[in-house]
Nanobody
Framework: QVQLVESGGGLVQAGGSLRLSCAASGRTFSSYVMGWFRQAPGKEREFVARISRNSGNTYYSDSVKGRFTMSRDNAKNTVYLQMNSLKPEDTAVYYC?????????????????????WGQGTQVTVSS
């Protein structure tokens, strides 16, 4: 089990940038595949991005591809989500998540129920 704490959310104008951080506890952080999800009011939680254990592989949803970049620093037990060219439709609570499952097919990691541990979320609001 790993405890996750997100930070970095806030209010930004359309076209602006934010960087989210997710700090993890525990000494086995590098053994987890990490993901970012988001949930807008009245909508289901949706996949945003995920990163492999050694940062060698990242994958993004079509809605954020080319604008968001996910990275991790295993020495600092932290994952990041750099969000550029933000749009009002990016407004949501953003969650980081961890799963110990590895070597699964790509779509496995797009599902929220594939992740075991979640942070409390951080609000991102993009004004038009």
């Amino acid at each position: 089990q790993v405890q996750l704490v997100e930070s970095g959310g806030g209010l930004v104008q359309a076209g602006g940038s934010l960087r989210l951080s997710c700090a993890a506890s525990g000494r086995t952080f590098s053994s987890y595949v990490m993901g970012w999800f988001r949930q807008a009011p009245g909508k289901e939680r949706e996949f945003v991005a995920r990163i492999s254990r050694n940062s060698g592989n990242t994958y993004y949803s079509d809605s954020v591809k080319g604008r968001f970049t996910m990275s991790r620093d295993n020495a600092k037990n932290t994952v990041y989500l750099q969000m550029n060219s933000l749009k009002p439709e990016d407004t949501a609570v953003y969650y980081c998540a961890a799963t110990s499952a590895s070597y699964r097919s790509g779509p496995y990691y797009f599902r929220a129920d594939s992740y075991d541990d979640w942070g409390q979320g951080t609000q991102v609001t993009v004004s038009s």
